[in-house]
């Protein structure tokens, strides 16, 4: 569970998620506009569509995996804080897993059935409100441990804005949805934040006074 280890497979992760989204997911996930281009897309794609998903769950789970390191590394353990922190991750995790899961799995199936048109709205809506609430909590989240640690002032002051700059953008994603650039925005903020962490010569100590 070391921070570098967490940082390198964030780094890699999200350099495969955002090109693959941009250059092959972008027309299964335009739901505004002609809507038969989109469903013949993910239907004649079944595998571009199911992997570029794949690689987002990778996402949240290294995003989680830095988030919890980065917390038992420098933030104090036993306190309410940390407990409330780790439960509004978890929550955050679950709502966009679960909202990914609807899309990846639910809707090639429904675009299947005869009554699609009427039932794909649903689909998208329920998939939008939970990746946007997964969204909401995990940038609240982000933010709230990066404000901590650029108080700690242990690591550097000029890379953990990107942490914060990560979890703010984020935030408004249950209002912006389907527009996805907020969310591609957290995610290059955290994968300059992962960057910074991956190269390190060396993690400075949690108690600068024992150096």
Known sequence: MKIPNAARFNMLIILAALPFTLLELRIGIRISGVHFIRQGWILEHPFFWQWGWWLWLAVIFGWMWLLITLMWSYLPAHRVTTMLQSGLMLIAAVLA???????????????????????????????????????????????????????????????????????????????????????????????????????????????????
Not at 187 to 193: G, P, S, V
Not at 194 to 203: G, K, N, S, V
């Open 97 to 211: 897993i679960s909202g990914i899961i609807v899309w990846m799995a639910a809707l090639p199936q429904i675009m299947t059935q005869e009554n699609a048109a009427a039932l794909i709205p649903l689909v998208d809506a329920l998939a939008l409100g939970l990746i946007g609430g997964g969204a909401l909590m995990g940038g609240a989240v982000t933010a709230w441990i990066g404000l901590e640690l650029y108080q700690q002032q242990v690591l550097s002051r000029l890379w953990v804005p990107l942490l914060i700059m990560s979890g703010l953008a984020a935030l408004p994603s249950p209002f912006l949805l389907p527009n996805v650039y907020g969310l591609l925005l957290a995610a290059l903020c955290w994968w300059l934040w992962a960057i910074y962490l991956a190269f390190l010569p060396c993690l400075p100590s949690p108690f600068p006074a024992w150096k």
